[in-house]
């Protein structure tokens, strides 16, 4: 996959590509995108796809990741409500936040008890907060192992990297 330079996103997934990414950093990764947790979040179960590749745009992407992503998006969603019990997910793509101009979709609990406050885009309140504030890296962990364990047992998405 090609990496684009000063793309922090690209060195993640360069990162994942060493092994040397936490499990909540690589919960499923197929060919043309890795399933992540938020590294800089206090809401458990804020989940990422990347594409693997650098692209700025959806409409930049080919026929295998097109096909793969729409499927995904709703095993992500699916494991992430039995995982959180939450009402529904918000599922989000912006690529503009300084070193991430990379295509990544952010499937986002909503739970039932969520403050009107924080809802809707005003969910992002719970993104880029305060280390003090940040999920432990044993809370993405237990969060995403459930994750994981449905996309696992559907589709078949482990194998397919």
């Known amino acids: 996959m090609s ?6 996103t690209c060195g993640l997934v ?6 040397e990414a936490q499990p909540w950093d690589q919960i499923l990764r197929t060919p043309g995108v ?3 947790h938020a590294y800089n979040t206090s809401l458990p179960g804020w989940i990422v796809i990347v594409t693997r590749r650098h692209l700025a745009a959806i409409d930049e992407m080919n026929d295998a990741e097109e096909a793969e992503l729409g499927p995904l998006i709703r095993d ?6 039995r995982a959180v019990q939450c009402a529904k997910t918000y599922v989000m793509q912006f690529a503009e936040a300084e070193g ?3 295509v ?6 909503r739970a039932e008890d ?7 885009a005003k969910c ?3 993104l880029g907060v305060d280390a003090s504030e940040q999920l432990s890296d044993e809370a993405m962990n237990e969060v995403t192992a459930t994750i994981r364990e449905h996309l696992v047992a559907t589709r078949a998405w482990v194998g397919r990297a």
């Open 3 to 8: 990496a684009m330079e000063g793309c922090h």
């Open 14 to 19: 360069v990162r994942r590509d060493r092994s």
């Open 34 to 36: 890795d399933v992540v």
């Open 76 to 81: 992500v969603s699916v494991a992430l409500k």
């Open 100 to 102: 991430h101009s990379h």
């Open 104 to 109: 990544h979709f952010h499937i986002v609990p």
């Open 114 to 120: 969520l403050p009107p406050e924080n809802r809707s």
């Open 124 to 126: 992002f309140n719970y």
